[in-house]
């Protein structure tokens, strides 16, 4: 069992910047055996997407849309994993979430935080 908490979502201008934390707890809430860590986007009517990912051992992969602007990293301390948001643009806009795929093969899902980029 998984339990994700984000923060960091908002409203920010075009250019701006965000950063979007993902707190995991629980009896499978370890990151360090967490297999996959990623972050999702989401807007309205559309299918939700991947937009960055790593691994646990620390293998990225970021959306062709978002490479060199946005950062995903983890602090196993905290137990936590980080989206940096860099050079947002309105296309960005949507509602992000929080994934977790554990060793033993559990998905689990945050609820969800809105960034909405303005133009």
């Known amino acids: 069992q998984v339990q994700l908490v984000e923060s960091g979502g908002g409203l920010v201008q075009a250019g701006g910047s965000l950063t979007l934390s993902c707190a995991a707890s629980?009896?499978?809430?370890?990151?360090?055996?967490?297999?996959?860590m990623g972050w999702y986007r989401q807007a309205p009517g559309k299918q939700r997407e991947l937009v960055a990912s790593?691994?646990?051992?620390?293998?990225?992969n970021y959306a062709d849309a978002v490479k060199g602007r946005f950062t995903i990293s983890r602090d196993n301390a905290k137990n936590t994993v980080s989206l940096q948001m860099n050079s947002l643009k309105p296309e960005d806009t949507g509602v992000y979430y929080c994934n977790s795929v554990s060793s033993y093969g559990g998905n689990f899902w945050g609820q969800g935080t809105q960034v909405t980029v303005s133009s």
């Open positions: 629980g009896t499978s809430g370890n990151i360090y055996i967490t297999n996959v």
């Open positions: 790593m691994t646990r051992g620390s293998k990225t």
